[in-house]
């Protein structure tokens, strides 16, 4: 065991007081300090969106407080792509941890079939604001490619990709600070149509969660 390692050396330290190769032969002069290994912190977060100004998505004019999140591209008069956009407040992560695994599980509000195919990134920020008009933000060096080929049914849990590189990217912040807020951004890259997930109006139960785990 590890304290019978220990008394094993503690009887068989040298005590001498010659000296060896021309050092000081009894290793008791020396300050000795024997203590356990340093621990690891780890851990899982789960945060869900606990408002209905947390989560929106934005074409040509920002939607706010609806009962679902469109993802995907135009819609229709409205020449500009979609973004969906999912803030996560209370975040409480170690800045410099290190993120084993994140991702987003969200309902579906199927039934779509239709193939997309988005980017995903983060609000490139220590501590992301309220959600604004035309949800534009900084965004993160680190981007993943959500490629959405399944068919989708009604009320059905699924997830994102793992978001691993992006969250790491914002944890990793100089003013990063444990308990921050943290946005989620899903931009249009290509494909046909919308999908739409559920809000926090439209269940709060079962509104966007975030989880990570950490080391």
């Known amino acids: 065991s590890d304290l019978g390692y220990k008394r094993w050396w503690l009887k068989h330290i040298p005590r001498t007081n010659t ?6 032969g009894n290793w008791w002069n020396y300050i000795i300090h024997i203590g356990p290994g340093q621990s690891s912190t780890t851990g899982t977060v789960n945060r869900i969106i606990l408002a209905g100004a947390d989560d929106a998505d934005s074409s040509c004019t920002l939607q ?26 209370k975040v409480n992560i170690p800045k410099n941890a290190k993120i084993k695994n994140a991702y987003i599980e969200f309902t579906t509000d199927g039934p779509y ?30 981007a993943v490619p959500f490629a959405i ?42 494909g046909t149509g ?22």
């Open 149 to 190: 080929t399944t068919n989708w049914v009604y009320d059905t849990q699924a997830k994102t990709p793992s978001l691993t590189p992006i969250v790491q990217e914002i944890i990793n912040r100089p003013g990063w600070v444990s308990g921050n807020s943290m946005t989620i951004l899903m931009k249009y890259v290509s």
């Open 113 to 142: 079939s239709n193939a997309l195919s988005l980017n995903i990134y983060a609000d490139n920020s220590d501590n992301s604001a309220p959600l604004s008009s035309g949800l534009t933000r900084p965004l993160t060096a680190s």
């Open 64 to 89: 706010l407080g609806n009962n679902e999140v469109y993802i995907g591209g135009t819609i229709a008069s409205c020449t500009t792509p979609l973004i969906a956009a999912l803030r996560f407040n």
């Open 19 to 24: 000296k060896v190769n021309g050092m000081d």
């Open 194 to 215: 919308q999908r739409r997930f559920y809000g926090f109006e439209r269940n709060q139960n079962r509104a966007a969660k975030l989880i990570i785990e950490y080391e």
